[in-house]
């Protein structure tokens, strides 16, 4: 039994189903796909999240479950990204070839393109190792083993940057502040880190681990894939039932029995995989359970986590028409590649510590943050009609908890306004039709809790150790009961990782469980 239908829950019930389980996914909402799913609103395919996939490229999965003859396609986004901020700092374009990133650095600036290149001389070794070991199934000796073939390259950068921030680390390469603010909006400031912050340094990987893997997106939009992966399920006789909200975990002698759906149904299993919030299984679920008892305190204990991330995606009339987009040089990034890739609009280093301490007090990040993509321009079939395209923004550090709430539709329209202030005063009356989905907009569709999307707070040096145990190796105190989704190791993002390490931990751990079946 699969609770949640998102991308690793699927990716799970699929490698359970392929060997042989009698697998069932329950989904509580109409479709599956959670997060990485797209979905008919203003006219528009529109994804819920970025449409950007990079790791779950380098994982195996889409050739190991031949998702392609589900109908899964990626199209390669290259350029991978440009970086753009909101005063006169110059753009960043990074292609996959380093040296063709390195070139356009070096007509921008020189003492930038050589600190790149140092930067990437230590960061891709380290990158590699961690390509190697996320993708990997977590155990300490499973871990020490990958970093001996590797003949501990990487090793020690992963351990320091571990428990630096990512402004010291970049900075010590000399990287400008434009790169560096860059980096974090694409990576800590996702975790809801800034870029002070301890441990914040991984974050400095990104750069580098784009140039190692790259960045796909599912052709027809991010929703492609968790449907390749529920028609993989039910080409091995899985069943996926959408509609069906799960309650509870029935726990009985201190063995998972099956789950509880909100209407009174009931559905037995011996082995139940939860791929929702772990927060929610662990305290609301398990609360009376006496086998896990020390872990419903320990986590009952520990304080809730706002969502801080929003949504805005519109049907337009033309893509943004970006002034330092049109200053770069067509020799450098030709003009039909200006809205391949995803545009990150940073505000300044200063001025992401600064929304740090003023998210906590439950303010908007101004300068925004924005990640811009036109995911129709790439790929036409996003095309709302033949003559406009779809626009997506996503606007990091949206505090849940905002004062006076999320009520007034003035306060996204005016990220619109924002954007446009970057060169583009038509872009406003470009617009044909909109909407925000912001966090508490995803408590309510997505039964996130508070809008939050739980994200494995451990890293590598977390799953060497196995801390917590309950996320870095996916088990729990309840026999037959496990974890995984995007709050299990290897964390957040598209990437398949935590389902598939969850189904080796089953098929090598229990024998083959009876079939599950719907009761009263």
Known sequence: MIVGGGHNGLVCAAYLARAGRSVVVVEARDEVGGCASTVEAIGARVNICNC????????????????????????????MGIALGWGDAP???????????????????????????RYLDVALPAARLV????????????????????????????????????LDVLGAFGLPPWLIAAACTNGPAVWGLGPDAPGSGLGALGFAMRHLIGVG???????????????????????VVTGARVGGVMVR?????????????????????????????????LDGVPPAARLHARWASAPRVDGYESKLDAVVTAP????????IPADLLPPHAHHVPTITISPTPAEQVAAAAARARGQVSDPPMFLLNTPSVLDPAMRPSPDTH??????????????????DPTRAWSWLRRLASLGDPALVEAVRDWRVMTPPDYE?????????????????????????????????????????????????????????????????????????????
């Open 91 to 117: 753009a960043f374009v990074q292609w996959r070839s380093v040296e063709r990133t390195l070139d356009g650095l070096a007509r921008t600036d020189q003492t930038a393109a050589d600190a790149y290149r």
């Open 320 to 327: 943004p028409d970006l002034a330092a987009l049109r200053a």
């Open 52 to 79: 950007d996939h990079t790791m779950i490229l380098a994982s195996g999965i889409v050739d190991d479950l031949e998702l392609g003859a589900h109908g899964l396609r990626y199209l390669d986004v290259d350029p």
């Open 253 to 285: 002698d201190g063995q998972a029995r099956g789950v509880r759906l909100v209407d009174g149904r009931q559905i037995a299993a011996s082995t139940v995989v939860t791929a929702t919030d772990p927060r929610t299984v662990l305290v609301d679920w």
């Open 390 to 407: 779809l626009l997506s923004l996503e606007v990091l550090w949206t505090p849940y908890a905002l004062p006076g709430g999320w009520s």
């Open 217 to 239: 997106r599912p052709a027809g939009g991010s929703g492609a894939l968790p449907a390749a992966l529920a028609a993989c399920v039910r080409d091995h006789g899985g069943v």
């Open 131 to 166: 390509a190697d070991v996320q993708g990997s199934r977590p155990s300490t000796p499973a871990i020490a083993a990958i970093a001996a073939r590797r003949r501990l390259r990487g090793a020690a950068t992963v351990l320091s940057w571990a428990r630096r921030s990512l």
């Open 444 to 520: 309510r569709e997505f039964a996130m809790p508070r809008g939050y999307a739980p994200s494995f707070p451990g890293g590598v040096v977390a799953a060497l150790s196995g801390r917590p145990r309950e996320l870095s190796r996916y088990r729990t105190p309840v026999a037959g009961l496990y974890l995984t989704g995007a709050g299990t190791f290897p964390g957040a993002g598209v990437w398949g990782a935590s389902g598939r390490n969850t189904a080796h931990v089953i098929l090598t751990a229990r024998p083959r469980n009876p079939s599950p079946h719907a009761g009263q």
